[in-house]
Every structure is written in structure tokens, then in C-alpha cells.
């Protein structure tokens, strides 16, 4: 089948060079010259660079925020989802939007606001500070700003797909005498485990991948409290940009198992779903 | 807490039926989460801008560096927003109309920006454009410098922003019936006729949305902008990066008043989305 716009060769062949020399600039040469920056020196430069100690220090801290993180938002967005998407009340629209807002908030303000809360001239920075616990310029301060900027992503992704789903599988599963886990268990979470996953991928990718807002609370102290992007801007900055790219491909890599699993993700809800329309079909048919 | 536990006693009048469980918990974790994490320390910018007068607010953020960083932020979002609507509009089209060797994997690169870290992003983008990289030395010989000028805060906006538009105008475009578009060529319309008259009108809405996004992203965006822009104050400081600044000099007060009107730009933007997000998706139903 021909779609309007097919088969008039080279006007079609321009735009389709003019888009992939677009995506080749934009998107592919920026990958590129982080990887062939990281072994621009050989692979032992590349090695070391990842095996130092501050490096070490710093993906250790990065696995264990995202390790906090994630799990976290992961429940507050099945909980969030369940209430908007399974009942009507006043003030769910607003009610999306707020859970939005750490999108739309400057990564830095992101930060500024923990360091207004817990920092030493902050709301509650007198009375940590008389009883020794420290959250700005430490570990609790970088999780706290690394939940604030992932906060959205499990929820935003699973409204729309418990929407979709409605209520009579539920409905049916606790009129058959399930309890309300057994139902969550056996009917909720098989359906919207697609979108729950995909949630989850690109909550960790920006967990782990957080700058401004992790930067301004982390007061950089090297092998305490450096995450990878912050061990990759003081590298950079040292002008040590072997490393900087050495660490900077961890990131990079990252990013990329990001895109593979998202879009694996992405072929597997089809599939599924096609499977679902035809079994449907099927069922009518008989 | 009592408000909270109030908000929840009245909740439970509101359920549709009395189906499903769960909706006091779960609204109530919801709200108490969303507090706890988003809206209290977000309050705080709110309340610590109070600590000034009137007059000092003005002063504060009305001062010629923080008017020129203002000016900056905003003006090369909306430039990088527009670049994005053409660029983006363009790997939309083809990744939607045209069959070619390695589409899967643009369409999958297509989230890089969003999947890549900021920081790397920001170390790479210099890299490939510093005087001496892969593509600035060819620009350069032309008179166009982009790593640390202003341009090179539009291209790392630009790059940034483009997820937003592609992802919104593609579903769009795939989804537009193609037997209006064929009418109009076999009505005598030109290809560009048809473009212009019958697919432009139908996209013109998600176009918007993709502006809206980009921009209100890239307004607040750091981690990519600070190794390219060369952050001269007046000149290619942005906002967040004055605010930084700020916070470092121990300025909370101007770093507050600073955040305050960003935090309302976005707030504003938010909504707007969101309206335009509503609208789109009213008219893709049937």
C-alpha cells in the first residue's frame, strides 16, 4: 500500500538525507566522541581512569541513590496511579498536575529548595546542626534531590495505562472472594506491568543520571559525596578529559541500555496487546 | 497532619461506588508523599522570599546581571524551541512516512537526549564544537564560533529539547488519515498544497505542545548549558547558573528571589501544557 509522500524519489530522498544528517549531529556524533574521548589513550588509561578510587567512590554512591530512589517512587507511583486512575474526585486534575510539577522545576531549583529546608542557614539547619545529622553537603541531601527530580516518571506512566484498564477486572476478581492483594496481585499488577517497567527504566536513567539538582547539595567532596556526572564535571574541569570521557562512557552506556530496554519494552506492550485483539476476535468469531 | 486526616474523612464520601479498596489509603499516601517530598520544600521558596521587602525583591531580581541572565534563559529557549519544531517535525515526518536502512535506530535515538545524562551531554556538545573539535574546526574558518558564545546555549537547548516535539508530533502524524492528504493530490493539489492546507493544520496542535515542552525545558536547564556557554555574566550566564553563583556567595536570599520567578514561569508553563495536552488528546478522539 502506497501512503501519500511514498514513492516520489527524490524529494523523499532529500528529506531523508536531510533527516539523518540531523540525527547524525545532533544525536550520533555526541555519543561518538565520548566513547573514542574515553580510549583516546588506550584501553589501560581507559581502565585505570574507571578503577580509581574517587571513580569507585562515585559509582558506588550513584547505584546506591538510584537504589533508594527508584524503589521509592516506583511505590509512591502505583499507590498515586491506583487512587487517580481508579476513582473519581474533585481536584484530580490538580492533583496530576502537582505530581508533574518536579518536571517543570530548573534542576538547580530542584536542589536550591532542600538547601532553603536542611542547609545551615535553612528552616531546620539550627536544630540538625545542634544534633549532629547532616543532610546538605551529604548523602541524605543527593538522595532527597534525586527522589524530588524522579518523582513523576512511575506515576505519569502508569495513570493512563489503570485508566485504560477501567475497574471491571477488579470489580470481578473481588466479587469471585479475592482479597484486595490477591486482586492487586493477580489482575492489577499482570496488566500494567508494561508500563510499570518502562516507568521504572527511565526513573533509574535520570536517578543515575542527575546533575544540577544533586549538584548543588552535594557540596562535591571527592570520594564522599561525587556522583558519576559530578566525578565527570571535576574531571573535565581539571582538564584530566581522558578520564572525564572515561567515566563520562559509564553514562553514556547507561544511556544506551536505557534506549534498548525502552524500546524493547515498547515491542513487547504491542505485541501483547495485538495478541489481546486477536484472542478477542477469536472469542467473538466462536 | 489533621488536614490531611480531614481531606480523608470527607474522601471517602466522594467514591463513585464503594467497588474497589483502597482510595482513602492510597489518596492519602499520595498527598502525604507529594507534601512531604514536592510541595513543602517547594513552599520554602515561596516563604524565604518573604524574608525581603518588596523593594529588595525588585532590586534582587531586576538587577542588570539577573535581567541579562533572565533574558538569556528565556531568549534561547525559545530560539532552541524553534529550531526544535522545524528539526523535529522533520525526523518525525520521516521516521513516520519513509522506509530506510537504519530508521529503527534513529527512531530508538531519538531519546538520547533524554536518556543521556546532562553533564555528558554538556562535556561531549563542547568537545565536538571547541575550536579544535570534529565540527568546530570546520565552523570556525567560517566565522562561526559556538562553544562558549550564547549559540552554543541554543545548540545545547536544541539538543535537549528535540525528544519533546519528535514524540509528540509522531504518534500525530502516523495516525492522520491518509485518505484527507490523498483527496487532496487527487483533487490536483501539489504535494506542498497538501502539506501546508491539509497535514500542517492537523499537526499545527501537537507542534505547539512540542514548542511548549521544549522551551519549559529548556528555560530550566543546567547540566548541558554550563560547559558550553562560557558563562560570561551578562553575556552567556543563565539563570540557574546565577543562581548557583548566588548560593555559593552565600546570597540565599538572591538565589531565592531568582528561583521564585522561575518557579512561577514554570508553574505558568505547566498549566499551559497541560491545557494543550488536553486539547490534543480530546481531538484524537474519535
Redesign the interface.
Known amino acids: 500500500m502506497k501512503r501519500y509522500g511514498e514513492g516520489r524519489q527524490w524529494p523523499q530522498t532529500l528529506l531523508i538525507v536531510a533527516a539523518l544528517v540531523a540525527a547524525g549531529v545532533l544525536l550520533v556524533l555526541p555519543l561518538l566522541v565520548v566513547l573514542t574521548g574515553a580510549v583516546a589513550k588506550g584501553w589501560t588509561v581507559y581502565f585505570a581512569a574507571i578503577h580509581e578510587r574517587a571513580a569507585l567512590a562515585a559509582l558506588q554512591l550513584t547505584l546506591t541513590v538510584a537504589a533508594i530512589a527508584v524503589p521509592l517512587n516506583l511505590v509512591f507511583g502505583v499507590v498515586a496511579a491506583w487512587c487517580i486512575a481508579k476513582f473519581e474526585f474533585p481536584g484530580r486534575s490538580a492533583l496530576i498536575t502537582l505530581i508533574d510539577l518536579p518536571l517543570a522545576v530548573s534542576p538547580v531549583i530542584s536542589g536550591l529548595i532542600y538547601v532553603l529546608l536542611f542547609g545551615a542557614q535553612g528552616v531546620f539547619g539550627g536544630w540538625l546542626g545542634e544534633h549532629g545529622f547532616r543532610i546538605i553537603f551529604a548523602v541524605p541531601g543527593i538522595v532527597l534531590a534525586t527522589i524530588f527530580v524522579t518523582f513523576p516518571f512511575v506515576a505519569r506512566e502508569l495513570i493512563p495505562v489503570m485508566q485504560q484498564q477501567g475497574r471491571e477486572y477488579e470489580e470481578a476478581a473481588l466479587s469471585l472472594g479475592a482479597s484486595g492483594w490477591q486482586m492487586f496481585r493477580r489482575v492489577t499488577l499482570p496488566n500494567i506491568k508494561w508500563g510499570l517497567l518502562y516507568g521504572v527504566i527511565l526513573c533509574n536513567a535520570r536517578a543515575m543520571g542527575e546533575f544540577g539538582a544533586v549538584s548543588v547539595v552535594s557540596g562535591h567532596i571527592r570520594g564522599k559525596t561525587n556522583t558519576l556526572p559530578l566525578h565527570v564535571e571535576i574531571l573535565y574541569n581539571e582538564y584530566n578529559h581522558t578520564a572525564a570521557f572515561a567515566v563520562a562512557s559509564l553514562l553514556a552506556l547507561l544511556a544506551l541500555i536505557t534506549l534498548a530496554l525502552k524500546s524493547w519494552v515498547e515491542a513487547r506492550a504491542r505485541s501483547e496487546r495485538q495478541t489481546a485483539i486477536i484472542a478477542r476476535a477469536d472469542e467473538d468469531l466462536l | 497532619m489533621s488536614p490531611t486526616a480531614l481531606r480523608l474523612s470527607s474522601?471517602s464520601r466522594?467514591?463513585?461506588t464503594g467497588?474497589?479498596?483502597?482510595?482513602g489509603a492510597?489518596?492519602g499516601?499520595?498527598?502525604f508523599?507529594?507534601g512531604l517530598?514536592?510541595?513543602?520544600?517547594?513552599a520554602?521558596?515561596v516563604l524565604?522570599t518573604f524574608d525581603l521587602s518588596w523593594f529588595e525583591f525588585v532590586a534582587k531580581v531586576s538587577s542588570p546581571r539577573a535581567l541579562s541572565a533572565f533574558k538569556i534563559s528565556f531568549g534561547a529557549a525559545l530560539i532552541a524551541a524553534a529550531i526544535n519544531v522545524l528539526?523535529g517535525l522533520?525526523?518525525a515526518?520521516?521516521?513516520s512516512?519513509?522506509r530506510?536502512p537504519?530508521k529503527?535506530i534513529?527512531?530508538?535515538?531519538?531519546?538520547?537526549?533524554?536518556?543521556?545524562?546532562?553533564?555528558?551531554?554538556g562535556?561531549?556538545?563542547t568537545?565536538?564544537y571547541a575550536p579544535k573539535?570534529?565540527?568546530g574546526q570546520w565552523l570556525l574558518p567560517l566565522g562561526i564560533q559556538v562553544a562558549f558564545t550564547p549559540l552554543g546555549i541554543v545548540l545545547a537547548l536544541?539538543?535537549v529539547g528535540?525528544p519533546f516535539v519528535v514524540r509528540t508530533v509522531q504518534p500525530v502524524l502516523q495516525d492522520i488519515e491518509?485518505e484527507t492528504?490523498?483527496a487532496a493530490?487527487s483533487l490536483g493539489a501539489s504535494?506542498v498544497q497538501?502539506f501546508l492546507r491539509v497535514t500542517l493544520p492537523t499537526i499545527a496542535p501537537a507542534l505547539i505542545t512540542g514548542f511548549a515542552l521544549a522551551f519549559?525545558r529548556g528555560?530550566?536547564?543546567?547540566?548541558s548549558v554550563i560547559?558550553i556557554a562560557g558563562n560570561m555574566p551578562m553575556i552567556s550566564e543563565i539563570?540557574?547558573?546565577l543562581?548557583?553563583t548566588q548560593?555559593e556567595q552565600?546570597d540565599?536570599a538572591g538565589?531565592?528571589a531568582l528561583?521564585l520567578v522561575?518557579?512561577i514561569a514554570?508553574?505558568a508553563?505547566?498549566?499551559l501544557?497541560?491545557l494543550l495536552q488536553s486539547r490534543l488528546a480530546a481531538r484524537g478522539q474519535p
Not at chain 2, 467497588?19 to 482510595?23: H, I, R
Not at chain 2, 517530598?37 to 517547594?42: A, D, T
Not at chain 2, 528555560?219 to 547540566?223: D, I, N, Q, R, S
Open positions: 474522601a466522594w467514591r463513585v467497588s474497589l479498596p483502597g482510595f492510597s489518596l499516601f499520595t498527598l508523599y507529594l517530598i514536592v510541595l513543602m520544600p517547594l520554602m521558596v524565604r528539526v522533520l525526523l515526518w520521516v521516521i512516512r519513509y530506510f537504519g529503527k534513529i527512531d530508538a535515538l531519538i531519546d538520547l537526549p533524554i536518556a543521556l545524562p546532562t553533564a555528558v551531554a562535556i561531549a556538545l568537545t565536538l573539535g570534529w565540527l536544541v539538543f528535540l491518509h492528504e490523498e493530490i504535494p497538501t519549559a528555560v530550566g536547564e543546567y547540566g560547559f539563570t540557574p547558573l543562581i548557583v548560593l552565600y540565599y538565589a531565592t528561583a522561575m518557579l514554570s508553574f508553563l505547566l498549566l501544557i497541560n
